[in-house]
C-alpha cells in the first residue's frame, strides 16, 4: 500500500531539491537551487527532515539513495516508527524518531530539539553524533500526504519552519479534491446507502466523523486557504499543483475487482469493513461490497479515476 503513494513521495523531493542539496545536480545546475541556504556549507552531511514517515520505507529508500545526506525520519505514531526500525537493510545515514510536529515544544525550537538523547551522542567508533547540538536546522523537508491529518495543521507548519534554516526548502502533499478522489470516498458513499438497519450504529459513526474532521483535512481543496496557512507559518516562495495518484494493485479490471480491493488495501477501509461486520454480519457485508460495486461500476463506465488526487505544495523557509 505504501508504495501507491511513491510517486508524490519522489515529486516532492524532486522539487525540494535534494538531489541538488546532495551533490548531484546535473552539469549547468548551480549548487544550490535559488540562492543559497543559509549556513549550509557549515554542516556536514546535511540534514533532511522526513515528517511522518509512517512505516519507513520511502525513508529509507531515501536515505539509500542519497547516501551523503542525514535523513531523519518522524512520525507521532511509536507504532510507526517501531515498524520503520525493524526494516532489513536500513541505511546507516537514516534515523527515526516519534516526534509530533504539531507539538508546543516543536514549535518553539523545530524537531531537532526533541529528538531522543542517542541521536546527540558520538558513535562508538568516535563518529560524529547524527544530529550535533548546535545543528543550525535542516536543510530541507518533505511530508507526504500527512500535514492533513496532524491534529493541528496550522502548528504542524509553525513546527516545520522552526526545524529548517532559513531558506531552505519545505514541500509537502496533501489530500485535494475529495470529488476525484474515490480511493478514500467511494465506500463511506456506499456504506450511506446500505439498507440493512443493522448498520444504522455504523452510518451514524461515519457521519459524524465527516463532520468533525482535523484542522487541515480539506485545505488542499482549496488554494487561497492553502498559501495563506503556509504563508503564515513563515514561508515564501509558495507554490502548488496537482496529481492523481492510482489505484493501489495496478488498473482495476472489473467493478467487482475495484470494490474487493478498496475494501481491503485501504487501512481507513479495512477498519470500516470491521465494523460492519461486528455490526451486521455477513449480510452487512455483502450489501456493502454490492453498494461499492455499483459505484465502482459507474465510474468505470464513465472513464474515471478510482485513485487520489492530491495537491503538492513547494514553499521556503522565510
Request: hydrophobic content about 50%; glycine content about 10%.
Amino acid at each position: 500500500m505504501e508504495q501507491w503513494s511513491w510517486p508524490a513521495y519522489a515529486s516532492l523531493v524532486s522539487a525540494a531539491g535534494i538531489p541538488v542539496l546532495a551533490g548531484k545536480a546535473p552539469e549547468g545546475v548551480v549548487a544550490i537551487p535559488d540562492g543559497e541556504v543559509a549556513g549550509r556549507e557549515s554542516q556536514e552531511p546535511g540534514v533532511v527532515l522526513d515528517i511522518g514517515c509512517g512505516p519507513g520505507s520511502h525513508s529509507a529508500q531515501l536515505a539509500r539513495g542519497f547516501p551523503s545526506l542525514r535523513i531523519l525520519a518522524t512520525d507521532l505514531a511509536p507504532g510507526m516508527i517501531e515498524r520503520a526500525r525493524g526494516i532489513a537493510g536500513v541505511p546507516t545515514n537514516v534515523r527515526f524518531a516519534v516526534a509530533a510536529a504539531d507539538s508546543e515544544a516543536v514549535a518553539a525550537s523545530g524537531i531537532q530539539a526533541v529528538v531522543p538523547a542517542e541521536l546527540r551522542e558520538p558513535g562508538a567508533d568516535g563518529a560524529a553524533p547524527f544530529l550535533p547540538l548546535d545543528c543550525p536546522g535542516a536543510i530541507a523537508a518533505v511530508a507526504n500526504l500527512v500535514m492533513q491529518i496532524v491534529p493541528d495543521t496550522s502548528a504542524a507548519l509553525r513546527g516545520v519552519a522552526a526545524s529548517l534554516r532559513p531558506g531552505a526548502p519545505f514541500c509537502f502533499s496533501v489530500w485535494g479534491d475529495k470529488a476525484r478522489s474515490p480511493l478514500f470516498t467511494l465506500l463511506p458513499a456506499a456504506l450511506a446507502a446500505c439498507k440493512t438497519p443493522a448498520l444504522a450504529a455504523v452510518q451514524a459513526e461515519v457521519a459524524a466523523g465527516k463532520a468533525s474532521v482535523r484542522s487541515g483535512f480539506h485545505l488542499g481543496s482549496d488554494a487561497a486557504s492553502l498559501r495563506a496557512a503556509v504563508e503564515a507559518a513563515g514561508f515564501r516562495s509558495v507554490s502548488s499543483w496537482g496529481m492523481e495518484l492510482p489505484f493501489p494493485g495496478g488498473p482495476v479490471r472489473s467493478a467487482a475487482d475495484g470494490a474487493a480491493r478498496l475494501l481491503r488495501l485501504v487501512p481507513a477501509n479495512a477498519d470500516l469493513v470491521a465494523k460492519v461486520v461486528d455490526a451486521a454480519g455477513e449480510e452487512g457485508l455483502a450489501e456493502l461490497t454490492a453498494r461499492a460495486e455499483e459505484r465502482v461500476r459507474s465510474l468505470l463506465d464513465r472513464g474515471q479515476s478510482l485513485g487520489l488526487h492530491v495537491v503538492l505544495v513547494s514553499c521556503r523557509k522565510a
